[in-house]
């Protein structure tokens, strides 16, 4: 816990450097608009004395979240891109950060672990290991990379000048590293589109995308489309009635 928290500390430190944006609950976050929460998180997975990163940039758009939430029983993001899926765009993070890297309270100590001779010692794979390993100094110029190139992320694919033109330009267009699909359109992420066309009184959206026309890589999300398309005469009314939807 207090590895942890001296890590959480070195975030708050990190945040101040940003305007709007703060260090709450494990992630950097901008709630300055009205509309959406902005994310930049680095996705730590605390372990014995190991703090490691995955950052990933999430939108909260808090209609689509609510009523995703309303028809699937759960919450989402509206968007969520993971840096190692997009690792080459990215300009201030170190390359050889970019797939995995990880903060130690005792990086002496793991360093000496990783490099301790055994039958199984493999040189490339243990410089590797070094390479990814930071201690908590280390880390301030990373995390501050991070947020970077986080926020570059933002201002670049996403259209923030009003509400109705950040639902009209999702998803966010971007090339993906070392030939990972493009996953935008699929699984959670597909449901989650078909939500922001609704909200957008765009019906049609979710029929083509139920349908054999529309193709994705990987297969849909039969179960929450389901449940969608019991709702649909309902969100249609709604829609019909007020012009909107929640």
């Not at 891109?81 to 990086?107: G, S, V, W």
């Not at 009184?201 to 994705?216: A, H, I, M, V, W």
Request: glycine share 4%; proline share 4%.
């Amino acid at each position: 816990m207090a590895f942890k928290k001296e890590v959480y500390e070195v975030c708050e430190m990190v945040a101040n450097e940003f305007p709007g944006w703060k260090f709450v609950s494990g992630n950097f976050k901008n709630i300055s608009m009205k509309h959406s929460d902005l994310i930049v998180s680095p996705s730590f997975s605390f372990d014995h004395g190991f703090a490691n990163l995955q950052p990933c940039v999430m939108i909260n758009h808090k209609r689509s979240n609510k009523l995703y939430k309303k028809i699937i029983g759960y919450g989402a993001y509206v968007s969520q891109i993971n840096f190692q899926e997009m690792a080459f765009p990215l300009t201030y993070m170190p390359e050889h950060l970019r797939a995995t890297c990880m903060i130690c309270e005792d990086k002496k100590s793991y360093l000496a672990a990783v490099h301790a001779p055994s039958q199984y010692y493999d040189k490339q794979r243990a410089r590797t290991l070094e390479d990814g390993a930071l201690d908590i100094t280390q880390s301030i110029p990373v995390l501050k990379a991070i947020m970077k190139d986080g926020i570059a992320f933002i201002e670049k694919h996403y259209d923030l000048s009003s509400e109705e033109a950040f639902l009209k330009a999702l998803p966010a267009k971007y090339d993906t590293r070392n030939n990972i699909p493009y996953r935008e359109m699929e699984l959670q992420k597909g449901v989650m589109m078909c939500i922001v066309h609704i909200l957008l009184g765009d019906f049609d959206f979710f029929e083509l995308y139920c349908s054999d026309r529309y193709k994705t890589v990987f297969p849909k999300r039969s179960e929450e489309l389901a449940k969608i398309s019991a709702a649909v005469s309902g969100l249609k009314r709604e829609y019909e009635k007020t012009g909107k939807i929640i």
